[in-house]
Every structure is written in C-alpha cells, then in structure tokens.
C-alpha cells in the first residue's frame, strides 16, 4: 500500500464535488470538528434565518403567523422535506418533539397493532433511551411485555411469533455499523412484526430508503448531520400502509382532527398528522429547516461516495500513524455496513479525547472506551482527517494524555 | 358611575410604576395586541441573546456549550427561575417537552402514586388537549380508568375514594375564571386525591404559591405570558413532598440517574430530573429565558394590581360604548377569581375578532361564541385598552363585521 500523506489528502479535496458547501457552515479557527454525528455544526445561513422568523413572524406577525408565515403546517412541510433524505414519500413524516417521545409513541403504537404479541426485540447495544423509552412503556402498561435484547447477529433467531416490534438503530451509535434496512424489514414482516427503525446516526449521513424497505415506522433526530442545532426537534415516520389503523397514545390537540374546534374528545387527524401532540418550538424548526434545505441542495450519490472515503481515509491514517499504539478499530471493514463515523475502542479513551480536544481536534467519547470521529462529507476534508490523525498521533507520542488535567471528571464526556 | 374618558385611562398609565417594561417590548405599529394570552409578544432582549447563544454557544463553542456553556443545566436552572414565578421552590421545576406531553407524564405519575383509584376528575370544559392526553392515557391503560368530566361547581362532590388525581386549568382558557388554588388543592388531598394544576394561563400572569398550597403536580406554558416565543418549551412541578416515590413512564436519558453512563436500564435521576425525557431544543429555552428574566424584574404586587385595573377599564368600558350591541360578559366580576384576561360571547364573536383584527386590535376567537382578550400588564396600557374596546364599538356601529371577508374560514381562528 502507497504511503499516505497530506499532499494526497489534498488532492482528494480538489476533486470533491462537494467543496463549496464546507464554505456555507461557521467553523471556528483552530478547530477540526469530528463530531457532527452528536451536534452538527452551524450552517452560515441559519442566524439570518433565525432572525428573521424572531423579528418578522414572531415580533411583527403575532399571533397570526400561524397561518401567514405557515407555522401551523410547519410541522408537516419540514417533515415532507425531511422525508426527501430517508426515501419517505409526501405525508409520511412530520416534526415532533424529541427523539425519546417518538419512541415512546412509535412503540405504543406498534404495540396496539399486534394486540396479542407482547414482545419487543432491540440490541442490547441500542442508544440508551430508545430501550429506556420501552422498558417505561412496558412497565406502564403492566400486562407482561418484554423487551428482549439481543446482539445484532442474534436478532433474527429472536424474531418469534410473540413479537410486536422490531426497534433498531440504523447506525449504531458506537461502532458505526450499519444494518441492512431491506433485510432486516423483511425479517421482522416475516415473523408478523413491525420494524421501527431509529435513524438518529442515519438522516443526512447514508443512503435511507424506508419506503423501498417497506419500514413501518421510523424516528430520527434533527441536531446531528441535519445540523438543525442543539436541541432541533425530532422526527417521526409513519408508512401509508398503516396510516389508517395507526394509534399513538399521546393524543394532543396538534394532533386531532380539527385542532381548533376545541372539542372535548379526541378524535384522530387524517394521515401522518395523528402522530404529532404538542405545540413544537417554531424558532427551532425554523432552524432545523436551513440545515434540512441544505442537506437537500447536495447530491446523495456525492455525499455517500465522499462519505466512504473520508472513512477510508481515516482508517488508513490511523494505521500508517497509530499503529502499535492500542487502538482498535469497531467499524466494519465494510463500506456497505458503515455509517459516517469512524470509532476506536481504546483504554484511556477518555483522556485521550480530552487531550485531543485540548488541542482543537474534537471528536468524542462513549463509555466505557470508545472514540468517536463524525465524518460528515459537507464540510469534513480529507486535508481535515489527516491533520486529525497526525494530531492523536502526537498526543499519543508525546504521552501528554497521561496528565491529569485530562482525567474523567465533568458530566458530559 | 362616572364616565370612562380616554384621559382618564391616560391618568392611569401615568401612573404605572410597570410603565417602563412596555418598551422592553417589539410591539409593532398600528396594533394593539390583547393575545399575549395565546402568544406572547416579543422582548427587544431577545433576538440578542439568540443570536448569541446560535454564533457563540452552538457556532463556536459546538458539542463544548454543554458543558461551557450550561445547556445541560438549562432545564433545570430556567426552571428554578420559572418556579420563582408560581411559588415553587428551587429543585421543582424543570423545563420539559410541551404541555400535552407534560400532562401525559404527569398524569401516568399520579395514577402511580394512587394504584387502588381509577378515576382522573377534570372540568368538561378544561383545554381539550388536557382531556385528549387523560383518553389517550387511559385507553393506553386499558384497566378501566375513567375520566369524570364535570363542571367547576360539580368539582368537590365528584371526590370520591375512587379519584386518584383531580386536574384543573387554574385559570380558565375560554372565561378567564381562576380556581381558589389553595382550597382546591385541600378539597382534593381531603379525599386522597392529588392535585394537578395546568399553569397554562397563571404563570406570569396571575399570583402563584404551588408549595404554599400544598400542590402535588403541575404543568406550564412558556408561550404566552411568559413571552417565550411560539411553541416555546413547557414546564413541569413536581413536589418535594412527592419527589422520591414520583415516577412517570416517559424515562429518557435525560431523566436517568447518570445520563452518561449509557447503562442499558433506566434507573430514575433524584429529584424534579426523573421528571424530564430528551434533549429540550436549547435555542427555544434560551429564547424563553428572556422573557422569564424580564418577568422575575417586574413586581408581582404591581402585576396583579396593573393586571385587574386593566380588566376593570375593559369591562367599563364596553359596558359604556357596546351597550346593546349583544356581548356578555363571561369574566367573572369578582377580581379575586379573575385570571389576567377578559371575555365576552357573542353569536357573531368569529367574524367580529375578524373584523377587529383587521383594525389592528388583536384578540383572539375560541369557539363557539367567545372574543378573548388577554390583558398583560407588563406592555398594556390602560389607553389601549380604551382604544380596543372603541375601534370594536366603531366595528359593531359600521357594521362592518357582517362583510363577507370576515366570515369563517381558515384553519387558525
């Protein structure tokens, strides 16, 4: 193999379709940002956009923007944009409160539609909250649901006739790996059960198709590659094929037929609508929109194949210039299971990040030893990849991640 | 009586120590807005502060603001200062999700708490979207829970041993009557029930002492008179009295004991923590903090006594210049059992708030019959409030509301 180095990871840059548009995000100086898969960084747009819906829609509009700047369709007109990214059809996905909350009612709601199968099948290495979020809806409904975990290889020898749902994450948050969306769809059909997939580490970053794969549900999040800022509302996907017969208990007035009759019952909106509840924050929306309408401007093909590389990229970095120094690679070899993140398991992970950090390269860390580097193809450069490795390759030289300003210590790693 | 004049209105507001908060605010040319009840206007402090918190804390600080800049925190320091507001101590309140959902968890909690009792009592006409998340909770349920819609007047014989929870909207959407917090709550605890409290139309605008009258739970707004922007997020109380046996079913990773930890089972947080879900959009609380700030500097002796002096004008005022004209007043007449707005029915109340928002005086319609106007005193002034109820009196002489334009269509009214 070619020894790597910077003069080829510029040449690569040269050749990237995708170049103009690292110029249409705000990046600090001194900073190599490889974490977009936990918070994307802030598109150059977003602040004038935020002004305007502060000044204009709220400040001089009042209250009756909710019809003339659209706030009341808000809701559905980013989620049709945002279905664009994840191969869902018009009316299939609208923007509603958190990641978690979706779950819950995603859960719920398959749950009600396979009324005699009590079990749940997730990994046991899925994202916290989404099994938080069952086990508090098994515990609620008391009548003996169960929430099987399993490995990932595992889960089709779990798939019986007792499961209502099938809850998995895409990309795993952790290594990277990718499920086969279709596959696996038709595994969970197979048994009788509804696939729920969770999309937080997939929207904006790899190739999704939920209606090619026929998914039944899906959740996603908004602040990480759709780079809609901190806290951007979630998503949620509802297939046509069970729209009709699709209950969610959290049953608000945004979501009733006739929102503003004031009904004393409720009765469930037409389509995708019944899944939403509450009133979502529209200053949020609105900037989860800019980084959405971004995202649509770049060619899916260029951003998966830069996507790809940069990874490639980064792997062959890390051996050329890590190598002997304990790191081990958790994403697949394999570019079809990868995500759009490079993970390492190591055993000062934690300090090593910290260190890493302290010098203007951040990534992050996952208990208990896990490095993460978002590789986001919008505004991530190989030139940006090489200088990041080159840079761990000093901290790990210099041994400076062994001080102790660098120990565990803080509440969010 | 003598004669209400628009300079004794002016006499008034000369004298208003709250007179200089009115220009705090980005109140727009040519309108007079009496919906700050639905939506609050907006502070000139915020698009500053936004601004700052999306270029400072989310543009350079990136994944850093969570800790650097306290976005982890946010939720419960901006609810410690929300709890200031409605007499809840610090360690109370935490800023969660919307209403609705708050009302589900809170709910969910209750029946927890009270696992002999099945029944949810609450007024027929509460905000719907409280009834929809008690059906939807209790359909979810499935064990034979019953919500027991009644009248205010009904509420105390409808306590009974079967009633684990009694939910109430303090203050009165559509009439703006406001429950006797302290001896509600008493008649409820009486019967072993909890209380549940909806400060949807309280916070901000009417005293509040939660801890003093011995409330169990409540849920709050921050969109309307805390003017935290539309679809700002919501808040929840829960009381130091109940906290540690206090659980709902919506566990996210924000609510877990160590959030990043990544254990794979949920185990509560100490305190109004367990409370929460998933990440809250921080761009909404930063917005919401501004009005929150701004409200915690005004008086609240001075609120409350600016808040009915302005009803009073309101309803001379019309009963001197729209007499005959068919409006009756559902406000009550006693101010001790008044929330911060007033309102009237009329047959033709739709197409008459249609008609005076076209003159720049802004209410608001709530069907079937009823013009709200929410009297907020921090920026309304007693010679608005002349100047509404003339230009309605000029719309009622005209004629004008009968005009085609304004009857009803639209999804918003």
Not at 287 to 307: I, Y
């Amino acid at each position: 193999m070619t020894r790597l180095t910077r003069e080829a990871c510029a040449a690569l840059d040269a050749d990237d379709p995708l170049a103009p548009f690292r110029d249409e995000f705000h990046l600090p100086e001194g900073v190599i940002y490889l974490d977009g898969n936990s918070l994307g960084p802030l598109p150059k747009a977003t602040p004038e956009r935020l002004r305007q819906a502060v000044e204009q829609e709220w400040g001089t509009g009042l209250i009756r923007s909710w019809n003339d700047a659209g706030w009341i369709d808000l809701p559905f007109s980013l989620g049709d944009r945002i279905g664009r990214l994840i191969g869902a059809g018009p009316g299939t996905v609208a923007v509603a409160d958190s990641t978690s909350v979706n779950v819950f009612k995603q859960l719920a709601a398959a749950l009600a539609l396979r009324p005699g199968r009590r079990v749940i099948v997730s990994e046991a290495t899925n994202f916290p909250t989404d099994l938080y979020m069952a086990q508090g809806l098994a515990a609620l409904l008391d009548r003996g649901h169960e929430l099987r975990l399993v490995s990932a290889e595992e889960v089709p020898a779990a798939l019986g006739p007792d499961v209502a749902a099938l809850m998995l994450t895409h990309v795993d948050y952790r290594t990277g790996a990718m499920h086969d969306m279709a596959a696996v769809t038709r595994a969970a059909h197979a048994a009788g059960a509804l696939m729920l997939w969770d999309l937080a580490h997939s929207a904006g970053a790899v190739p999704v198709d939920l209606d090619g794969a026929g998914a039944d549900l899906a959740i996603g999040c908004g602040y990480k590659f759709l780079n809609g800022g901190p806290g951007a509302p979630a998503f949620l996907y509802v297939s046509k094929a069970i729209q009709e017969t699709y209950r969610q208990p959290l049953t608000g007035w945004l979501g009733h037929a006739d929102p503003f009759a004031f009904e004393p019952g409720y009765r469930p909106a037409a389509g995708i609508a019944r899944a939403t509840t509450g009133t979502p924050s529209i200053l949020a929306m609105r900037a989860l929109e800019v980084g959405v309408d971004q995202m649509l401007r770049a060619p899916k093909a260029a951003l998966r194949a830069k996507s790809l590389a940069l990874a490639e990229t980064f792997m062959a970095a890390m051996a050329q210039e890590t190598a002997g120094q304990g790191f081990r690679l958790l994403t697949p070899a394999d570019a079809a299971r990868r995500g759009s993140q490079v993970s390492y398991a190591h055993e000062g992970g934690y300090a090593i990040m910290q260190a890493l950090i302290a010098r203007g390269v951040i990534g992050d860390f996952r208990a208990p030893d896990i490095l993460r580097f978002g590789l986001c193809p919008l505004y991530v450069r190989h030139e940006d990849v090489w200088d990041a490795v080159r840079t761990l390759a000093e901290v790990m030289r210099s041994g400076e991640w062994r001080e102790a300003r660098f120990a565990r210590r803080g509440k969010v790693t």
